[in-house]
């Protein structure tokens, strides 16, 4: 039986991270096992940066966005040695198994350690919701619904003056926060990584939309995928749109975890526990239609997560 487990928070920060880590606490110290939390990451664990929990060390945290544990960047944990090192300094304090709450480079890690011996379990923490596997992922619904907010603001502006805006938001190469905020609002045009760029038939459609009864226009877009100050120009001498452009940025990660947030961090917290309880590492934590489930680390890098092609269809039924 497992005596002793760590648990960190990698990569970006996402509202809920607290409720999971605050879950893996309380879950290890109710069945009586010793629970760390590791500042900084994977550079905490290397440093030995530890905190051992008590039963007082997780209260008021649930409704905190960000992460009390901090987060770092910290690329030499791809080199062996330094993993070995960590492992040491794990040792030390009798820590033989790892929570990690994180994204897919988060999971990298936690799979190298599991291959040394150390049990690990991944939890999907991150706003972009782009792991495989997983219906959601810690974070995804308290950015989306950050997004949503903003774009009911930005309407309101935009009705007013009768122009078309442009909002850029996160999600890399995942266009969920995209084409779902579009859904919520009514968007006319949702841009994504997957459905492609092609700024002429963008253009066409808002042209098509300024002649039309339409007097203002929202269009929603994936970060890198183009630069949108400039899109917004040629948007503007194009149609005669008056347009502007909004980039969210970093508002989209903080914030007070939803409600839907922090259950899903509670549950997948305690079941990570329950993992490393029977001996069991390598695997990620997983929510399918409802379920709280778990997959071999493995099988995420060899898959693509992608956006219900039924959402694209309905953003466009609906504009």
């Known amino acids: 039986m497992v005596k002793s487990i760590g648990v960190l928070t990698s990569g970006g920060d996402a509202p809920g991270m607290n409720a999971a880590v605050r ?109 495989p596997l997983t219906d959601h992922t810690i974070g995804f619904d308290t950015a989306l619904n950050t997004i949503v907010e903003a774009l009911d603001r930005l309407r309101d502006t935009s009705g007013s003056h009768q122009r078309c805006t442009i909002l850029e938001v996160m999600g890399r190469t995942c266009g969920d926060l995209a084409v779902n905020a579009g859904l919520a609002c009514g968007a006319e045009i949702v841009i994504t990584s997957e459905t492609g760029f092609d700024e002429e038939k963008v253009i066409e459609r808002l042209r098509q939309s300024k002649a039309g009864d339409k007097k203002h226009a929202i269009v929603v877009i994936t970060e890198h995928v183009t630069d949108v100050n400039e899109l917004a120009k040629r948007i503007e001498a194009a149609t005669g749109f008056e347009t502007r452009a909004n980039v969210l940025g970093h508002l989209q990660r903080g914030g007070r975890p939803s409600a839907n947030d922090r259950v899903l961090a509670s549950r997948m917290g305690v079941r990570a526990v329950e993992l490393l309880e029977q001996g069991k590492g390598g695997l990620a934590i997983c929510e399918q239609g409802g379920v709280i489930t778990e997959v071999p680390m493995l099988t995420l890098f060899d898959s693509k997560r992608d956006v219900p092609e039924e959402l694209y269809e309905d953003v466009l039924k609906l504009r």
């Open 23 to 131: 879950a893996v606490a309380r879950t290890c110290l109710n069945k009586g096992i010793d629970v760390y939390g590791v500042m900084l990451g994977y550079k905490g664990l290397h440093e030995g940066q530890f905190y051992k929990f008590n039963r007082h060390s997780t209260r008021n945290i649930i409704n905190i966005g960000g992460t009390i544990l901090k987060s770092a960047r910290f690329p030499e944990f791809k080199n062996p040695q330094i993993r070995l090192e960590a492992i040491e300094q794990m040792k030390a304090v009798g820590m033989e198994a790892l929570v990690v709450i994180g994204g897919d480079g988060s999971y990298h890690g936690a799979l190298e350690l599991t291959k040394l011996g150390v049990n690990c379990i991944g939890i999907p923490g991150t706003i972009d919701n782009d792991i």
